[in-house]
């Protein structure tokens, strides 16, 4: 099992920018994805970002609501994930989750993740 803890949520105004951090610990494996979802009041969990890594690529995704705005990354040396958020929109006030899969397959998909952090809230004021 895996323990996910997610930090770097808040209050922003639309076009500023927030940088979520989703730490690590437990159970590591040598290939696997690390995505981040999203669900607002009354809707579905939604994908994202997502990163697979497995020892001979690293890939990245993004849902088309937010590419070009969003950037996952990883940081080896602490072992967490990270999502640059710039260019924020009132329609990204959500709770954002962490989640890892073993998986580097259907990254986008929500049932192929097994561990979740707890969330963090996003809040983007217009």
């Known amino acids: 099992q895996v323990q996910l803890v997610e930090s770097g949520g808040g209050l922003v105004q639309a076009a500023g920018s927030l940088r979520l951090s989703c730490a690590a610990s437990g159970r590591t494996f040598s290939s696997f994805s690390m995505g981040w979802f999203r669900q607002a009041p009354g809707k579905e969990r939604e994908f994202v970002a997502a990163l697979s890594w497995t020892t001979w690529s690293r890939n990245t995704y993004y849902a088309d609501s937010v590419k070009g705005r969003f950037t996952i990354s990883r940081d080896n040396a602490k072992n967490t994930i990270n999502l640059q958020m710039n260019s924020l929109r009132p329609e990204d006030t959500a709770v954002y989750y962490c989640?890892?899969?073993?998986?580097?397959?259907?990254?986008?998909?929500?049932?192929?993740?097994?561990?979740w952090g707890q969330g963090t809230q996003v809040t983007v004021s217009s």
């Open positions: 989640a890892v899969s073993q998986s580097t397959l259907e990254v986008t998909t929500r049932n192929r993740y097994s561990d």
